[in-house]
């Protein structure tokens, strides 16, 4: 109970707008996997949807986010688990994990599992993996198929890996629906800007904006926020330390283009 307390999640609701630029992925997404989840009945037979997904691209570009976002839409109950997690944490618990898991998910259609670094339990490691990962894979593969068979079923397995070349070709074949996740292009760091600078006092205009999205090419998502972050900090980092205990938050200065530039150093 306590385990499944671990990995069965409450979040916040993550809408499709959240979600900068990956027009493709949300698209191919909201036709094979959250139409299908929502109205099973249509989807049958030819139209029967995968059951297992690989999010695969650069670190921090979304992927998880893109889960969230799956369960959200469905209404599902989602569950995260991270192989690392599962081999280091409960040694030779992992599969009877995966096997309540699936239990657990089969009792709360629709479910969303959701698999961070997938490569570092099902890769193709045949010769070297200890016996206790064969048996963990073996039962993540049982439990797969499972869930593949019984039509009735509103399970989706999400795999997300930076490494998909590791992933060996028994993996692959579960994943059927495979999306690569880039880096954000630069419309989508854009929005990602302004979405989070929209949280503190700024005074950026638009066309700053754009500049700080053409300085950051080559960033994910998860580094502009890293980013945003550092140059939301450096008003109170020119505050001095005697008047941090008598400033009020609407007497901080507000967030300037000057800020990213030295957020940028470093970020
Ligand atoms: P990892 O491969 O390291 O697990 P990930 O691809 O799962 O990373 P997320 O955890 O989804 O990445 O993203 C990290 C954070 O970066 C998010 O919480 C969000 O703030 C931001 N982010 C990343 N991509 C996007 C995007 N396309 N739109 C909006 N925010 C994004």
Same mark, same amino acid.
């Given at each position: 109970e306590q385990i499944m307390g671990e990995i069965m999640h409450k979040y916040k609701p993550v809408d499709?707008?959240?979600?900068?630029?990956?027009k493709y992925a949300k698209d191919t997404i909201k036709e094979a996997i959250i139409f299908p989840l929502i109205r099973p009945e249509i989807f049958t037979g030819l139209r029967r949807p995968p059951r297992g997904i690989l999010l695969f691209g650069? $670190?921090?570009?979304?992927k998880t986010l893109i889960a969230k976002c799956i369960a959200s839409q469905a209404k599902a109950t989602f569950f995260s688990i991270n192989p690392s997690t599962l081999t280091s944490k409960w040694i030779g618990e992992g599969e009877k994990l995966v096997k309540t898991m699936f239990a657990v998910a089969t009792e709360h259609q629709p479910a969303v599992i959701f698999m961070d670094e997938v490569d570092s339990l099902l890769?193709?490691?045949?010769?070297?993996?200890h016996e206790s990962s064969r048996r963990l894979k073996n039962e993540f593969f049982i439990q797969l198929d499972g869930a593949a068979t019984n039509e009735e079923d509103r399970i989706v397995i999400i795999g997300a890996t930076?490494? $998909?070349?590791?992933?060996d070709e028994a993996v692959r074949r579960r994943f059927v629906r495979r999306l690569y996740v880039p880096l954000p292009e630069m419309e989508a760091r854009k929005q990602i800007i302004e979405k989070l600078i929209r949280e503190v006092d700024n005074c950026l205009t638009q066309g700053q904006i754009q500049h700080i999205a053409e300085l950051t090419?080559?960033?994910s998502g998860a580094d502009i926020d890293s980013l945003c972050r550092d140059a939301a900090l450096e008003p109170v980092r020119s505050i001095s330390s005697t008047q941090m205990n008598s400033i009020s938050a609407e007497q901080l200065r507000a967030v300037t283009m000057a800020d990213f530039k030295n957020a940028l150093q470093h970020v």
């Open positions: 499709w707008d959240d979600i900068a630029g990956l650069p $670190p921090g570009t979304g890769s193709q490691r045949s010769d070297t993996e930076n490494r $998909p070349q590791e992933l090419e080559g960033y």
